[in-house]
């Protein structure tokens, strides 16, 4: 290494050390700018619209941009801990979009693609205009700069009730046609009743009344009503609300297409209206039918308030006059029941309209067609009488059941509550009816006074008979009792005779028993006794002589704990050597045997030569031998 290298190096090692620290210095000073000048907190709910002060210009009339660009920035930041430097960028922290349960957020994007004329909602998000997506209960984080976020209630519909969808946009269907994707119309699937988050600026929702339903003709003043039964006493107090507030959109809209129709209609403003407070539904009568200026007025009011408070009521002008066979007037008040199924509400929104569309344009000229051409074939004294009546009101639900029906409208009833006739006609035939009736009830009392002697003498009858009955029951239970306790001996003394019976032939069998076997072991014992007998003769058959035979009869009966000890004699008589030789050895004795017998036998020395034994005379057959020394 040349000396300009060592000293580059050495110059290295001197400075070093100083580059370090003033590096050190530079991150600390850098992380304290960060940490106590370019931190900020973004807390929970919340969200912090950015604004860089440089960057490169955006395109004219951008609203928010992109990064890198100058400007309010699209994105926004979520709570937490951020680092943005202050000189670059400016932070507004807002509260973050909070869409509670029961309600959706519509969005209005103010940046993006413009629309076509005559547009409103955005194909996507990226373009302006309203989007057709909302936003469901949550937390979200929109920059407020470029979208606006409107909060309103979702629709709920209640139980009784079904949604009929109607798009608000797009091309037109062919008429009497539902609409499809990307039409505008009514679409053919309909709302079930639950809740539902659905743009109200794209999709029109209108809710119509299911199952049974009322309209009633009053008469003379022509109001009427729609009775529809909904309760929503048993739901929680969050959903009633918004059921409450779905059927107040309703009817509110209901009322001003009525009112449009028909601005002198005085019953509208007094519609149901509902109360979210105590969650009841309260309807208030139509004015017309509070002016009570003629009786018949005064029955119709009260008519109205006797509807239920649960009750959906709309005003529609209409009653039921004809003229009779006879020439007179006639107005009846009526009440007709019908019923709308689900499936075919879609079909009946589309060519008539709401519910009260249907009523006014359906189901009341129906009913003022039908009940003249019936009502034209009936006298008016018809209408009085009961039968006649009755007969009206039975013809007029059939036809229009049958009309109805075509229509996909259930008819379940058609009631007749009150009939008018012109007081001429009413009140002679009311007095030839009532004389009628009374003779009817004269009748009557004396068909009931004959009936009631008949059932005198026959409650008499039933009596006597029921006397008669309990004594013959008597007689029979005590004839039962001694049947039956004859019966009782009879089978007890049978029983008896036949034990008895069973007895002595039990004795019998017995009997037989014992002599059977007394003589079987006399029989044995003879047998036994005779074949020992013959093996003893042939045992001294064999042996030659009865005395060896007692000898070995002797000798197998002798005690087995007797000994034999052999003595071996000297010179001498046996005697002798017995005397002095022999010695009596003791024997064990065991506990339950006899004492031993010890015995000594003298046995001959060897130099004595043994002296032949003489042979026993032969016995006689019949003697016992003794046994020899």
């Known amino acids: 290494m040349n000396e300009s290298s060592a000293a580059a190096v050495s110059r290295f090692s001197r400075i070093w050390p100083a580059i370090v620290v003033v590096a050190l210095v530079l991150v600390l000073a850098w992380g304290g700018y960060q940490w106590f000048f370019c931190r900020f907190y973004v807390p929970p709910g919340h969200m912090a619209i950015v604004t860089a002060k440089s960057g490169k210009n955006p395109p004219p009339g951008a609203i928010l941009v992109e990064d890198g660009e100058k400007g309010i920035r699209r994105e926004v930041l979520a709570e ?83 949604g009929v969808v109607t798009s608000q946009t797009g091309k037109a269907p062919q008429p009497g046609t539902f609409a499809g994707l990307g039409e505008k119309g009514v679409l053919r699937d ?77 019953a509208a403003p007094a519609a149901a209206s509902v109360t979210a407070r105590d969650g009841a539904r ?42 009779s066979r006879d020439g007179f007037k006639i107005l009846i008040d009526m009440t007709v029941e019908f019923e709308l199924m689900p499936e075919h509400i879609s079909r009946l929104y589309l060519l008539y ?41 039975n013809d007029l639900r059939n036809d229009l059941v049958k009309s109805l ?80 306790k004859n019966s009782v001996e009879k089978l007890r003394a049978e029983t008896a005779l036949a034990v008895a ?3 002595l032939k039990k004795s019998e069998i017995e009997a037989r028993t014992v002599k059977l076997r007394g003589e079987t072991d006399v029989k044995v014992a003879f047998l036994k006794e005779n074949e020992l007998a013959n093996g003893a003769f042939l045992k001294s058959q064999v042996l030659g002589d009865l005395g060896i035979l007692a000898d070995l009869r002797f000798v197998e009966m002798l005690n087995p704990a007797v000994q034999t000890r052999i003595i071996h004699a000297g010179e001498g008589t046996l005697w002798t050597d017995l005397k002095t030789s022999s010695v009596a050895l003791p024997l064990p004795v065991s506990r339950n045997a006899e004492p031993a017998v010890s ?10 030569s043994p002296t032949p034994m003489p042979a026993p005379a032969p016995a006689p057959s019949n003697s016992v031998p003794s046994m020899r020394q």
């Open 80 to 162: 937490g801990r951020h680092f943005l430097d202050p000189i670059f960028y400016d932070v507004k922290i807002v509260p973050a979009i909070q869409i509670p349960l029961g309600k959706v957020g519509l969005v209005t994007s103010k940046v993006g693609a413009e629309l076509p004329p005559g547009e409103i909602i955005a194909p996507d998000h990226r373009s302006k205009g309203l989007w057709r997506d909302v936003l469901g209960p949550g937390t979200y984080r929109l920059n407020p700069q470029g979208y606006q976020v409107e909060i309103v209630d979702a629709i709920n519909i209640p139980v009784g009730y079904a």
């Open 190 to 266: 309909i709302l079930q009743p639950g809740l539902y988050y659905i743009n109200t600026r794209a999709y029109q929702v209108n809710i119509i009344e299911i199952g049974m339903n009322q309209v009633s003709m009053t008469g003379e003043d022509g109001s009427s009503l729609i009775a529809g039964r909904n309760d929503l006493s048993s739901v929680g107090n969050a959903l009633q609300e918004m059921q409450l507030n779905t059927l107040n959109m309703q009817r509110t809209s209901r009322m001003k297409a009525a009112l449009a129709a028909n601005p002198e209609r005085v």
């Open 282 to 323: 309260k309807t208030a009568p139509p004015a017309a039918a509070m002016k009570a200026d003629t009786p018949r007025s005064e029955a119709m009011a009260q008519n109205l308030r006797n509807v239920d408070a649960d009750s959906v009521i709309y005003g529609i002008s209409r009653y039921v006059e004809f003229p």
């Open 353 to 393: 309209g709401d519910l009260p569309q249907v009523v006014e344009n359906i189901i009341l000229p129906q009913v003022l067609s039908i009940s003249r051409l019936k009502g034209s074939t009936y006298k008016a004294q018809d209408f009085i009488m009961g039968e006649g009546r009755e007969t009206f009101q």
């Open 405 to 484: 029906a075509e229509k996909n409208i259930i008819v379940h009833n058609a009631i007749i509550r009150n009939v008018e006739i012109p007081v001429d006609i009413l009140t002679p035939i009311r007095a030839v009816s009532i004389a009628r009736e009374q003779n009817l009830t004269n009748l009557s009392l004396q068909e009931t006074a004959k009936v009631q002697a008949e059932l005198n003498t026959e409650q008499a009858m039933i009596q006597q008979r029921s006397r008669e009955v309990e004594q013959e029951t008597r007689k029979l239970v005590a004839e039962i009792m001694a049947n039956q």
């Open 501 to 503: 019976d069973l007895q």
């Open 599 to 608: 015995r000594s036998v003298a046995t001959p020395s060897p130099a004595a």
